[in-house]
């Protein structure tokens, strides 16, 4: 059985801040005193390799400090430097050319103590017989100078681990490594291969999908190597650090015990094996019966004077140590099964045969294995139990599945990690490939679950789990190689169509080693994918404009992976060629904004929704605002604002029939005011993922993986059972639910009305948390899934994230009498702010002459308006029935951003038959505000809220479409527009 307490043991595992991490190895060896005389001065540190070998073996190793060496040629030198200067190591050649090295040692022990001396020696065999093993007095440790700057560093090591050991064991449960040894020679060449494939393997898996910083912070969890030159000394450290023992590296027999116990090495041996029966053992003796004492030990043998000595070392590291895969053995010795990582591991181990894993438990391998990766409170946790401490084997392996999953979903929180393809779990929720910006979206969506991994420890808002889906991001840096590599001329797409510029990216190939990646991405990652543009402006902070730039919808579920890569590819080579097409184009012209600056990153996300046949789609999408610009009845602005729609959110942000509603008051929904109004309001289809298009031509736009169905296929899928409704033609009444006949409708009664789903909750909290973060009022895209037939755990999406920039200054909206009479239009919701006077044209379509099965055509008549008007560079007041920029024509004129782009006011008015609810919320909106164009929405006719068609149909113009009237002014209009009370005013001159 599973601790209660595992996962509060475990739940802080990998904050480095919290475990101490960034206190680890805290005494570094960062200056070294060198002192020689001139000719071995000169063989050692002036050695025109030994810079470069530091260097290039502290990058191999991922060092973090390479040190700075000071030579002196004399000890009265040296003594004289270090009175000057502070050294963290004193490096002294045996054969001083002014002193004994003892002595040098001696002095500067008494005025450094500190400072610890190592001597170097250029035979280390000729020590050996000279002093019998013994360290001359002051002398802390004696080297074999070898070429190469791997002994220096393997100096650097021991010292370092040496100074840190006490400590770090208090902060983190660490490793020790003991290595017996006295042979000069030998540890010389010992320790250099140790401490290589040591920190080779620490930074490779330490921890798994972590960024490069964290995994420099992680290495400082490598096993610690303490070196015994006697027995006593070995014994010594056993008894210490016996419960924190990772492996032992031992001769059989020492110089200075050999006359006097001539057994103490294989004394030693067999009592760490009785104490300590897990302990992995490295006997490496020169001694013909070396290998049968090893036997008797069940320890690894390695002849001393073998020449595949590193081999042997790395052998010992890898499968003994733990650093190399998890291999479940039969009692035999034959291979049961093998984990590579954490989450190979959680899924293996309940195939494995019960005996195994007792057996492995009982030698601490678990734990071995655990704090090799750097998982080491995972490590501690498991160290200590036995499988006696559990009725059943069964029990012992859910414990450590448990801990596993436990360990690895806290290692996900908050962490922003960078893809490792071998090693790539499909778990982890948030990778990066690329060292570029990660693209306005990539930042916003980084920071959210940055923030969601600081606020929801239990990963819940309101009893429901919240999450973002999982997600990778290919930084900026990718694109930028992509253009290089395929030779793409950016400024000449200026005067190339959409369709040109798509087939030449189209025709482009992104580069082996992304491609590598990706490929393996797809093989282990099976739901649909979303590949979403990152623009480095998109979603900014000062220019937060969206969805300018494509999103592709993948189903990812063919069979070959080669094809879902080359899907995948292709999507990512579309949404890099979306930066170029006219749409931005236009609307970067518009702002005053070059596109040359603009690059782009790509998000490949998890497609938030669940599988319905042959269809996948969330119950419903929305967006939230944390300001509500028009608040009605007792809302105040604060209070935030969202609107919801069945589907996938394309219904939402571009523009279609949604449900619009304030989370604190729910319940406030004006639109639903009768039968007649819900029927004319309400949604009448709704946007799915096809799984059906696995083969699909992406080049004939982002939707062709979509399909947009009616409510009829929802219900029989079972999403309408909690936000739909039903319009009763017998009693005139709508009732919740989809058991009873009559009209369908979606109504989100339950949800809003009846608390069936904590929507509101949820959605009050994140916009708290999120303004708090942000500083400032944002928007968040989000999705739900229900699931309110198979009995699944509900799921809320955090989609992405972007900042409202609207300004809300003063500005003077008192007339005299005289403008009173010719004030032409007057809203009291508005969004912008200031006074605009340049405005000489108008473009109208007035309600009553508008045919709303004409949208489209009207739509084609003002883009092409709007593109004289823009190579004039004359801006202009575009007015019209319905939501500008819909995607459903019969709620409103169906134009795309950059067809009114030129505009510097847009009204929305009511149209004769239909109710209409402001713009915001959708991408349109969104670029409107963003790029400082002034919106004006009139959703009813009063004293205080008009448009005066009388005097715009009086004034003289001309008809550019049988719904739109075109007049162009002698003087300017004067437009007024106040961003704190929300109120506007235009008058004629």
Not at 756 to 779: D, K, N
């Amino acid at each position: 059985m599973v601790p209660k307490d595992l996962r509060e043991q475990l739940r802080y595992a990998y904050d480095p801040y919290f475990r101490g991490f960034h206190q680890l190895m805290a005494k570094r060896v960062r200056n070294i005193l060198m002192v020689s005389s001139h000719y071995e001065s000169f063989i050692i540190a002036r050695d025109a390799s030994l810079a470069h070998d530091i260097y290039g073996t502290s990058q191999l190793l991922h060092l973090q400090n390479v040190p700075q060496i000071t030579t002196a040629s004399s000890g009265k030198d040296a003594m004289r430097i270090l009175e000057e200067e502070r050294f963290d190591l004193v490096l002294a050649s045996a054969h001083l050319p002014d002193i004994e090295t003892s002595e040098f040692a001696r002095q500067v022990r008494a005025q450094h103590p500190d400072t610890p001396v190592v001597m170097l020696v250029f035979d280390g065999r000729w020590f050996d017989r000279t002093y019998g093993g013994a360290e001359p007095e002051g002398v802390d440790q004696i080297f074999a100078w070898r070429g190469t700057a791997g002994v220096l560093l393997s100096i650097i090591k021991l010292v370092e681990d040496s100074k840190n050991v006490e400590r770090d064991l208090s902060l983190a449960s660490i490793g020790i490594l003991i290595v017996v040894e006295d042979s000069v020679e030998h540890y010389s060449s010992l320790l250099p291969h140790l401490y290589t494939t040591l920190m080779e393997r620490t930074f490779s898996l330490v921890p798994e999908g972590i960024t490069e910083n964290d995994r420099q912070l992680r290495t400082r969890v490598r096993p610690k190597v303490l070196l015994a030159r006697t027995f006593r000394q070995a014994e010594a450290l056993f008894d210490r650090y016996e419960s924190s023992l990772v492996g032992i590296i031992s001769d059989l027999r020492t110089l200075a015990e050999e006359r006097t116990d001539p057994e103490a090495g294989v004394r030693f041996l067999r009592r760490v094996v009785e104490r300590s029966p897990g302990t992995p053992l490295l006997v490496q003796s020169a001694e013909p019966s070396g290998a049968q004492i090893a036997a008797s030990l069940n320890a690894r043998f390695l002849n001393k004077r073998s020449a595949a000595m590193a081999a042997g070392i790395r052998q010992f590291v890898l499968v003994d140590v733990g650093f190399g895969d998890f291999v479940f053995r039969a009692a035999d010795g034959r291979e049961i099964a093998r984990a590579s990582n954490m989450w190979e591991m959680e899924r293996v181990l309940p195939h494995v045969p019960d005996e195994a894993v007792v057996r492995h438990a009982l030698r601490n391998d678990f734990s071995h294995w655990f704090r090799a990766r750097g998982e080491t409170t995972l490590a501690a946790v498991v160290r200590p139990v036995e499988p006696s401490d559990f009725a059943t084997t069964a029990e012992l392996k859910h414990f450590l599945q448990s801990a596993v999953s436990i360990a690895r979903k806290e290692k996900y929180r908050g962490a922003i990690a960078d893809f490792r393809g071998p090693e790539f779990d499909p778990d982890y929720p948030f990778l990066v490939i690329g060292r570029g910006s990660l693209g306005g979206k990539g930042r916003g969506l980084a920071f959210m679950f940055h923030v969601l991994g600081e606020h929801l420890r239990e990963e819940r808002v309101a009893g429901v789990l919240t999450r973002v889906p999982h997600t990778l991001i290919l930084a900026a840096d990718e694109f930028d190689r992509f253009i290089q590599e395929n030779g793409l001329d950016l400024d000449e797409f200026a005067t190339l169509d959409d369709a040109t510029i798509m087939g030449r990216f189209a025709r482009a190939s992104l580069g082996s080693d992304l491609r590598q990646d990706l490929a393996r991405y797809v093989e282990r990652v099976r739901f649909p994918l979303a590949i979403r543009s990152s623009g480095l402006l998109e979603d900014s902070l000062y220019q937060p404009f969206a969805g300018l730039y494509a999103t592709y919808m993948l189903p990812n579920n063919h069979p070959d992976p080669s094809v879902r890569l080359e899907q995948l590819c292709h999507a990512i080579q579309l949404v890099y060629a979306s930066a170029y097409l006219e749409r931005p184009r236009r609307y970067f012209e518009s702002i005053g904004l070059n596109l040359a600056d603009e690059k782009m990153a790509v998000v490949i996300q998890e497609v938030a929704g669940q599988p319905h046949g042959d269809l996948y789609y969330p119950t419903f999408s929305g967006v939230a605002q944390s300001y509500n610009y028009y608040p009605i009845s007792h809302m105040k602005p604060e209070d935030g604002v969202a609107l919801v729609a069945l589907g996938l959110g394309k219904q939402v942000m571009e523009g279609g029939e949604a449900v619009r509603f304030c989370p604190r008051y729910p319940q406030i929904l004006p639109q639903f005011g009768s039968p007649e109004a819900v029927m004319r309001v309400s949604q009448r289809q709704f946007f799915a993922l096809d799984l059906g298009r696995n083969q699909v031509d992406l080049t004939s736009g982002p939707d062709a993986t979509l399909a947009r169905l009616p409510l009829s296929r929802a219900e029989a899928d079972g999403a309408l059972d909690m936000i739909g409704g039903v319009v009763s033609a017998a009693d005139d009444r709508v009732y919740d639910g989809v058991s009873r006949p009559g009209t369908r409708v979606v109504t989100f009664a339950r949800v809003l009305k009846s608390g069936a789903f904590p929507l509101c909750a949820i959605l009050e909290h994140l916009l708290e948390v999120g303004r708090e973060s942000m500083g400032a009022a944002f928007e968040m895209e989000f999705a739900v899934n229900l699931e309110p037939r198979t009995g699944g755990e509900p799921e809320f999406f955090f989609l992405q994230m972007r900042p409202l920039v609207a300004r809300r200054e003063r500005c003077d909206l008192a007339l005299d009498a005289g403008e009173e009479k010719r004030v032409l239009c007057r809203s009291r919701r508005v969004m912008g702010n200031g006074r605009i006077e340049d405005v000489q044209d108008i473009l109208y379509a007035h309600p009553e002459r508008f045919d709303r099965a004409e949208s489209r055509r009207v739509a084609e008549a003002v883009a092409a308006f709007n593109q004289r008007m823009m190579a004039a560079q004359r801006r202009y007041l575009l007015i019209g029935p319905g939501r500008w920029g819909s995607l459903d024509p019969w709620i409103g004129i169906p134009v795309a951003w950059h067809q009114i782009s030129g505009a510097a006011v847009i009204v929305e008015v009511a149209a004769r038959d239909l109710p209409m609810e402001p713009s915001q919320g959708t991408h349109f909106f969104h670029n409107m505000t963003s790029a400082g164009i002034g919106y004006f929405s009139l959703p009813d006719t009063t004293e205080s809220d008009f448009v005066r068609w009388e005097a715009l149909d009086a004034l003289p113009g001309e008809a550019i479409d049988p719904s739109l009237r075109h007049i162009r002014l002698p003087q300017p209009l004067t437009i007024r527009m106040d961003g704190q009370t929300q109120q506007g005013v235009i008058t004629l001159r």
